[in-house]
């Protein structure tokens, strides 16, 4: 859980790391752009979760901004 000056969500972190992402606001904001609930693929988008944490992960390694 985190939590900050605007409320508390659940959130995914890359042990070791301070970098998170929010699943719960990755689904609203697909079905927000009109995909359906039953239509999204979970498999794929902890994929695209996964690589985007380690892609962040890695350019926060080589001190990337």
Do not use: C, N, W, Y
Not at 16 to 30: C, W
């Amino acid at each position: 859980m985190v939590t900050d000056k605007l409320g508390s969500d659940h959130a995914l972190q890359l042990p070791g790391r301070h970098i998170f992402v929010f699943p719960r606001s990755m689904l609203l904001k697909r079905i927000g752009r009109g995909e359906r609930p039953d239509g999204i693929d979970l498999v794929f988008m902890l994929g695209e979760i996964s690589h985007a944490v380690e892609a962040q992960a890695a350019g926060a390694a080589r001190g990337d901004a």
